[in-house]
């Protein structure tokens, strides 16, 4: 069964009420839902966007998933916990990805209770780390219907927020193991390949339902060295898409956000933007559009 989308990325957080004042602010739309999951011990708060949802969540009680989040924010801090893919078959899926060699689990049925009494369900597939480059993710299959996780409304002029996600970065120190994991195993589309000399780097762009996950092998020289090729891959920073970067970057700096000034983006028919703080330690870039540019500009960033 083909994974048909990044369903959610996760965010880990030691201070929810906190980073979700600052993520109101970020991504300039109030939160979707805030609830908990009293079987994994966390606590949460969702931000729907067009193409996926951003999950900040926190630990609260006890659970073994509280416990690696505990653990991640007492090593780390708050920042980038892991991404979930979607499927519409979570036994499907679990099925193939044993048979590809990943030690995947059965279908774990989950629930998120909201404040107002309202329960939603939900079936996950996990995977050994150890197998998906020592990554946290997982598969989703809803159970309950999508309006049960609302977009989440623009308090401010709508292109001056963000959207939707444009992608997620991966740090890893073997590209070729990247792409068995994620092409051959997963199944999910390898749309570049590219020996990028001039970033120091192999850059590979895994492609699923309109977000690209880009994972970076990075060569090193004196001043960063190389990733060991025994270390774990890790997350590192996401992409957000605005549809009027400057706007966007106009209002989070009107709010007291340390914002760069905007640029042109590595790829042509594109600017962007760095956000520097007030994002729950995760690295943060503004993508979109350059209204200059040639008509058949590429906007992807």
Excluded: C
């Excluded at 068995?180 to 780097?201: E, T």
Aim: aromatic share 6%; hydrophobic share 40%.
């Amino acid at each position: 069964m083909p994974l048909n989308q990044v369903d959610h990325v996760l965010v880990a957080v030691g201070d929810l009420d906190a980073v979700t004042r600052d993520y109101e602010v970020l991504t300039g739309r109030a939160v979707s839902i805030r609830g908990s999951h009293p079987d994994y011990g966390t606590a949460n708060a969702i931000f729907q966007l067009e193409n996926t949802y951003i999950e900040l969540i926190t630990p609260v009680g006890e659970g073994a998933f509280a416990e690696q989040l505990r653990d991640h924010l007492k090593k780390k801090g708050d920042g980038l916990f892991g991404i979930t893919f979607g499927t519409d078959d979570a036994q499907a899926t679990s099925d193939e990805w044993q048979q590809k060699g990943l030690r995947a689990t059965p279908p774990q049925p989950g629930e998120g209770h909201s404040p107002d009494g309202s329960v939603r369900q939900w079936r996950n597939v996990y995977v050994s780390k150890e197998d998906v480059l020592g990554l946290f993710l997982f598969a989703i299959e809803h159970v309950s219907d999508a309006s049960t996780r609302p977009l989440a409304a623009p308090q401010t002029a709508p292109d001056a927020t963000f959207h939707a996600v444009d992608h997620v970065v991966v740090n890893t120190p073997d590209g070729d193991k990247a792409i068995s994991v994620f092409g051959d195993k997963m199944g999910i589309r390898l749309a570049l390949d590219r020996d990028a000399k001039q970033w120091g780097a192999r850059m590979m762009f895994f492609r699923l339902g309109g977000i690209t996950l880009e994972v970076i092998q990075r060569y090193g020289d004196e001043k960063t060295p190389a990733m060991p090729l025994d270390a774990r891959s890790v997350y590192w920073g996401m992409a957000f898409r605005a549809r009027d970067v400057a706007a966007a970057r106009d209002r989070l700096a009107s709010s007291g956000v340390n914002v760069s000034d905007v640029r042109k983006g590595r790829k042509p028919g594109t600017l962007v933007a760095t956000v520097r703080d007030k994002s729950g330690g995760v690295p943060v870039l503004i993508v979109g559009p350059d209204p200059d540019a040639a008509p058949d500009a590429d906007e992807t960033a």
